[in-house]
């Protein structure tokens, strides 16, 4: 197959493409630095061009108020270059629970992101992938000082991207589900909880206090962000990964 994958050298972009190409696709890794622009259409005709399937793994510059912007106009654009193109399959990775969260903008961007898809010309997957062990280092530094980290009780399922990787290259050469897979990680964590054992693997003398209203992941309730039974459950535990890490 060749597939293009638009944020190809990005985190889960450019393992994508490693993992695709040792498959034997052909794959066009694309992203800002090899001259295609979601934001204005440009270069994407060249990237498209051929390509049986596309995958878009790009992101909002910011998770604020203008993140629906950014969506609303990208998939505008790859939606026609792709109809253009021929394209058979467009796929995207998205949220688990994403459509749950109102109350973020980010949230209410990937939503958008995931209906313009559905109503667009072209079959497709939505890929909805839990938290990244990746991006807990980032979590932690939102609401931190030099003694304290503040994270709220929030339950979350995290996964490793190579996992998140694993189910999209799945996805992307095999027949478009016209719906939504749901990947997570093998073992729900507080997030609370979850800052503690890592502050304390990495031997960070830092202390947790949970506080509720800390951080983007306060706005969530309930069990949104843990996927239901039906998800595909990745093998990665989290402090397998974190050893590996060090």
Do not use: C
Not at 174 to 199: C, H, I, K, M
Request: glycine share 10%; hydrophobic share 40%.
């Amino acid at each position: 197959m060749k597939i293009t994958v638009i944020g190809g050298t990005g985190l889960i972009g450019s393992q994508l493409v490693a993992r695709l190409r040792e498959a034997g696709h052909e794959v066009v890794a694309s992203s800002l630095s090899t001259g295609v622009d979601l934001l204005t259409g440009a270069g994407l005709d060249e990237a498209l061009d051929g390509a049986d399937t596309v995958v878009n793994v790009t992101n909002s510059p910011t998770f604020d108020e203008a993140s629906p912007e950014f969506f609303r106009t990208t998939s505008g654009h790859l939606l026609a270059a792709g109809e253009r193109a021929g394209v058979r399959h467009q796929v995207i990775l998205s949220i688990v629970g994403v459509d749950q969260v109102p109350q973020l903008d980010y949230y209410r961007a990937k939503t958008l992101q995931e209906e313009l898809l559905r109503q667009g010309p072209t079959p497709y997957s939505i890929v909805r992938a839990t938290q990244f062990f990746e991006f807990m280092d980032a979590v932690m530094s939102w609401t931190s000082d030099d003694s304290t980290v503040r994270l709220p009780a929030t339950r979350i399922r995290p996964m490793a991207t190579a996992d998140v990787v694993a189910a999209l290259a799945d996805v992307a050469t095999g027949a478009p589900l016209n719906g939504t897979l749901d990947v997570a990680g093998p073992e729900v964590f507080r997030l609370d909880e979850l800052g503690r054992f890592t502050l304390s693997a990495r031997q960070d003398g830092r202390s947790v206090v949970t506080d509720e209203k800390a951080g983007m992941f306060a706005a969530v309730e309930g069990d949104v962000l843990i996927g239901g039974p039906d998800a595909r459950l990745a093998p990665t535990h989290y402090k397998d990964w974190l050893d590996a890490s060090r």
